[in-house]
Each structure stands twice: as structure tokens, then as C-alpha cells.
């Protein structure tokens, strides 16, 4: 079992930034690829970022040269967040796959309006 806590959502301005925290605890020693996801109201949750544990990234188009994922230890990861627009806004959630599941956060909510 794994369990996930994210942190740093909050409100922005356009132009702004914020940087969302993530640490992982229990199982740990199996984690590979960490990950963050988004799910704006009435759509679809999408892949943002993601990061293996050998510091290999993917990004989704939409966000490139704006945010960058990082990770402090096997268990951190981070997803900062620049240029941020109102289509950034949704709830970002950490996202672990290991084995046959995938753990997921609570999720923290980003909203970027003036």
C-alpha cells in the first residue's frame, strides 16, 4: 500500500506560478515512475507530467516549457507550475503505478484567474 499527500494548490493570477508538492509513504522501495495528473470541471482526467525514478520526463503538450516535474528522493516529487493560464485551472493529482494499480492523491486544487 501506498499513500500519497499533495500540497501547494492555491490561487494565481494569470502570468503566475505555484509549485505543487507530493510525498509518497508505505510501500515505497518498488516506486519507479511518479506523476501528476489534472481534471478541470466536466472533462476528463489528463496526464500533466511524469518522472521516473532514473529522471527520465514526458510532458503533455499543453504544458511544455511552462512546467517542469522534479524529484527529491524515490518518494517526492514536485510540479512547478509557470506562466500559469485559466485553462491550467483543475484539480491536480499525484499519481503513483505500481503493478497492477495505481494509487492516486486527495488532490489539491489549482485555480489561475485575475
Known amino acids: 500500500q501506498v499513500q500519497l499527500v499533495e500540497s501547494g494548490g492555491g490561487l494565481v493570477q494569470p502570468g503566475g506560478s505555484l509549485r505543487l508538492s507530493c510525498v509518497a509513504s508505505g510501500s515505497i522501495s518498488s516506486i519507479d515512475a511518479m506523476g501528476w495528473y489534472r481534471q478541470a470541471p466536466a472533462k476528463q482526467r489528463e496526464s500533466v507530467a511524469t518522472i521516473t525514478i532514473g529522471g527520465s520526463t514526458r510532458y503533455a503538450d499543453s504544458v511544455k516549457g511552462r512546467f517542469t516535474i522534479s524529484r527529491a528522493s524515490r518518494n517526492t516529487v514536485y510540479l512547478q507550475m509557470n506562466s500559469l493560464k485559466p485553462e491550467d485551472t483543475a484539480v491536480y493529482y499525484c499519481?503513483?503505478?505500481?503493478?497492477?494499480?495505481?494509487?492516486w492523491g486527495q488532490g489539491t486544487q489549482v485555480t489561475v484567474s485575475s
Open positions: 499519481n503513483i503505478p505500481l503493478g497492477p494499480r495505481n494509487y
